[in-house]
């Protein structure tokens, strides 16, 4: 990064501004730490630079490859990033995320990954219909397809074989856990589960940015321990750690975002919890850390 | 600020209606026209200055 003067002591790094920052900004100011917010899409690195801009920054950029690699330049400079980029790099790829949950020893869905669409029918047919293909990359339930019947999956193979990008034609395939209709949303920060919501949705995916309606999840002993654990296998200071519930009740951990975006969350939870204080609060402890 | 900079409202950009912007906004904050629905980004706050924002991006999200 261009460093410049060293001014305030956190770094706030993000190209958009929504309600989520915004309540993180405002969380410092109350308990009176110094930030400096920066656009992401002005940042530069250089090799070899290692004054560090601030000790600490608050990686809220929301697109994966721009987070990134903003927390690796800023990490080769010297400043503590949350999230760290292996983390950022780990949660941005579906496959990887799962890999890390199995080899935590936490329950996850069945999982396949056939390295071309060609090989992918007889990887969903492993695990057998029904069954969700989802990108390796992306959020917000973005092509993210549930696939019942051969007919569909090979159409939507075709689909994927069509898309221009190499990392495209990788199939991640998933058995479909429940009824695909809610999931469980818990926020971990700084190691401890500050609380979780159910996300029901009238369609089949239940992502608050295609409308899912939010409510609190009791937070039970099993959800805390595999919350937490799910956050800790991927390295992930901040993490959104989403879960499902299977025929039998088990809760099964579906993925782990590293960026997390909190409105539905805070919405839901009211004055229970108060997201961005948390993230103040983790800020203020690393800082004296 | 100026609050006569803050009482002439800006415009959409691509609707030229008139955007309502919180006093409270800050550079890089997402609005959006009432008028014609479109996403807006605040460029500058005094007088506040509003783009098209960016289209979403493949790898936006969480």
């Not at chain 1, 080899?103 to 990954?113: D, K, N, Q, S």
């Not at chain 2, 803050?6 to 959006?32: F, H, L, T, W, Y």
């Amino acid at each position: 990064m261009n460093t410049g003067a060293a001014v305030g002591p956190v770094g706030i790094v993000a190209s958009r501004v929504r309600l989520d920052e915004k309540r993180i900004m405002a969380a410092l100011d109350r308990r009176g730490i110094d930030y400096e917010y920066v656009d992401s899409r002005t940042c530069r690195h250089e090799l070899g630079e290692d004054k560090a801009r601030w000790p600490l920054a608050l990686n809220r950029e929301i697109g994966q490859v721009r987070a990134a690699y903003a927390a690796h330049g800023l990490e080769a400079a010297g400043v503590r990033v949350i999230n760290s980029a292996a983390a950022i790099e780990l949660c941005g790829d579906k496959w990887r995320t799962s890999m890390a949950l199995r080899a935590a020893g936490l329950p996850v869905p069945r999982t396949a990954l056939a390295l071309t669409p060609d090989a992918g029918l007889e990887a969903i047919e492993a695990i057998g219909y029904p069954v969700v293909i989802k990108p390796l990359v992306g959020s917000w339930g973005r092509l993210v397809t549930a696939v019942r019947h051969r007919y569909a999956a090979v159409a939507v193979l075709e689909h994927i074989a069509a898309l221009p990008s190499p990392q495209s034609h990788i199939v991640y395939a998933q058995e479909m856990v429940g009824t695909g209709d809610q999931d469980i949303r818990a926020i971990v920060i700084g190691g401890e589960v500050v609380g979780a919501i159910h996300r029901r949705s009238d369609e089949w995916r239940s992502n608050v940015a295609l409308g899912a309606r939010t409510e609190p999840c009791e937070l039970t002993t099993e959800l805390r321990h595999l919350a937490r654990s799910a956050a800790l296998a991927v390295g992930a200071d901040v993490a959104g750690v989403d879960l499902l519930a299977d025929d039998d009740g088990r809760l099964v951990v579906l993925e782990v975002n590293a960026g997390v975006e909190f409105s539905g969350f805070q919405q839901a939870m009211g004055d229970r919890v108060d997201v961005a204080d948390e993230l103040a609060e983790l800020v203020s402890t690393r800082m004296s850390s | 600020m100026n609050p006569e900079e803050r009482d002439v409202m800006p415009q959409c950009p691509e609707c030229s209606a008139d955007v309502k912007v919180d006093d409270g906004s800050q550079v890089n904050e997402i609005v959006q026209c009432a008028e014609c629905g479109s996403e807006l980004e605040v460029v500058s706050t005094a007088p506040v200055g509003l783009k098209a924002a960016p289209d979403v991006e493949e790898d936006w999200g969480e």
